[in-house]
């Protein structure tokens, strides 16, 4: 099976600060990729999907990129309402395995 | 607007089973394929199951595979999740979520919920 790993673990920035998070597949995936925030307590919500395609409703300060084995997602300008943990997601075939999470914390 | 919404969740003690239910709304349920996904408590997501559209297809992760069945009933609307001879790495809130086909990113969530498996 496709192994996800996601890094770093957890980071802290200052609000403003421009944030990135790497997922790395142990195979190819295409775009096949899709990333979700999880605020504590709170259901997982879809930012973003096809690697890069922004799902509906999600600020444009959230962006995706990559193909093959290696994505990023950026925030572009970290705000207090994105402290949480982000997962990617492959979704080419089962398992649909996530990452571990990345925990974002406010400095 | 598209709602899930878990059910069944509960105590149970080891070695025993559980089904759980996915109830939905706001969408032709017969055209969606659902997926379940847990997470334990203070862990990350895990993938667990997925059915087709058609109930004919059915993928599991490794942890659950052949102790988990997942089955639905289009004509009723309803989704299940059987669990049995389950053990305490089981113990997590189980969401189901939906995104269409069985490979396909995941817009729509449930909230969630708890098994705990404890004696």
């Known amino acids: 099976d496709i192994q996800m790993t996601q890094s770093p673990s957890s980071l802290s920035a200052s609000v403003g600060d421009r944030v990135t998070i790497t997922c790395r597949a142990s195979?190819?995936?295409?775009?096949?990729l899709a990333w979700y925030q999880q605020k504590p307590g709170k259901v997982p919500k879809l930012l973003i999907y096809a690697a890069s395609t922004l799902h509906s409703g999600v600020p444009s300060r959230f962006s995706g990129s990559g193909s093959g084995t290696d994505f990023t997602l950026t925030i572009s300008s970290l705000q207090p309402e994105d402290v949480a943990t982000y997962y990617c997601?492959?979704?080419?075939?089962?398992?649909?395995?996530f990452g571990q999470g990345t925990k974002v914390e406010s400095k | 607007q598209v709602q899930l919404a878990e059910s069944g969740g509960g105590v149970v003690q080891p070695g025993r089973s559980l089904r759980l239910s996915c109830a939905t709304s706001?969408?032709?349920?017969?055209?969606?394929?659902i997926h379940w996904i847990r997470q334990a408590p203070g862990k990350g997501l895990e993938w667990v199951a997925v059915?087709?559209?058609?109930?004919?297809?059915?993928f599991y992760a490794e942890s659950v595979k052949g102790r988990f069945t997942v089955s639905r009933d289009n004509s009723k609307n309803t989704l299940h999740l059987q669990m049995v001879s389950l053990t305490a790495d089981d113990t997590a809130v189980y969401y189901c979520?939906?995104?269409?086909?069985?490979?396909?990113?995941?817009?729509?969530w449930g909230q969630g919920t708890l098994v705990t498996v404890t004696s």
């Open positions: 997601q492959k979704y080419n075939s089962a398992p649909h395995t």
């Open positions: 059915i087709s559209v058609d109930g004919t297809m059915q």
């Open positions: 979520a939906t995104g269409r086909y069985t490979s396909s990113w995941l817009p729509y």
């Open positions: 706001g969408f032709t349920f017969s055209d969606y394929a």
């Open positions: 195979q190819g995936i295409s775009n096949h």
